[in-house]
T-cell receptor, first 113, second 114 residues
Framework: QQQVKQSPQSLIVQKGGISIINCAYE??????FPWYQQFPGKGPALLIA?????SEKKEGRFTISFNKSAKQFSLHIMDSQPGDSATYFC????????????FGGGTRLMVKP | DAGVIQSPRHEVTEMGQEVTLRCKPI?????LFWYRQTMMRGLELLIY????????DSGMPEDRFSAKMPNASFSTLKIQPSEPRDSAVYFC????????????FGPGTRLTVL
């Protein structure tokens, strides 16, 4: 599998702060970049996704920034809340690979009240 | 509409026993994925099917693992014989075939092999 490298592995943010998680990929054929959110005891669930025809996508407090030339993308959580505490996974997929996704290693986010 | 259904939710077994995990994908989805999640290795893709046909099983750790999809609404992941290092949470996910798109995950099966 092509690698997707995610950092940091863990992150602690104060309530109201900005959480930033970064991912980097190598396969230039990737053309779909979703972020998944996983709460303890649950399966990952799609949070937000972007395709490379745009450099940014925002949904509420969650924003994906995409840098095609650098082969990097990141998740920004504005006004972080304790309820955002979860594990976040970035992923990448390619139409050429059917609908298989390659996942990053995950980031455990804790938002302190 | 019901999401991906997995059973059992928890399984505790002894080393050497056969374990069968079950998955019902979302109706109309024709791609199905089996993942394993551990603290050490994160989320690993074991195998995926398109239209009930296994496409990539390169993530299956060894011959003790096997997966089947006899029809569009059912898949199994079998471990025989099970070993303590197989202890993990196993997820099933489904999606539409044909393009990189959202995968919908089930709640997972937490497997403990003693």
């Amino acid at each position: 599998q092509q690698q997707v490298k995610q950092s940091p592995q863990s992150l602690i943010v104060q309530k109201g702060g900005i959480s930033i998680i970064n991912c980097a990929y190598e396969n230039t054929a990737f053309d779909y970049f979703p972020w998944y959110q996983q709460f303890p005891g649950k399966g990952p669930a799609l949070l937000i996704a972007i395709r490379p025809d745009v450099s940014e996508k925002k949904e509420g407090r969650f924003t994906i920034s995409f840098n095609k030339s650098a082969k990097q993308f990141s998740l920004h959580i504005m006004d972080s809340q304790p309820g955002d505490s979860a594990t976040y996974f970035c992923a990448a997929g390619s139409n050429n690979a059917g609908n298989m996704l390659t996942f990053g290693g995950g980031t455990r986010l804790m938002v302190k009240p | 509409d019901a999401g991906v259904i997995q059973s059992p939710r928890h399984e505790v077994t002894e080393m050497g026993q056969e374990v069968t995990l079950r998955c019902k994908p979302i109706s109309g989805h024709n791609s199905l994925f089996w993942y394993r999640q551990t603290m050490m290795r994160g989320l690993e893709l074991l195998i995926y099917f398109n239209n009930n046909v296994p496409i990539d099983d390169s993530g299956m750790p060894e011959d003790r693992f096997s997966a089947k999809m006899p029809n569009a609404s059912f898949s199994t992941l079998k471990i025989q014989p099970s070993e303590p290092r197989d202890s993990a949470v196993y997820f099933c996910a489904s999606s539409w075939q044909g393009a990189a798109d959202t995968q919908y995950f089930g709640p997972g099966t937490r497997l403990t092999v003693l």
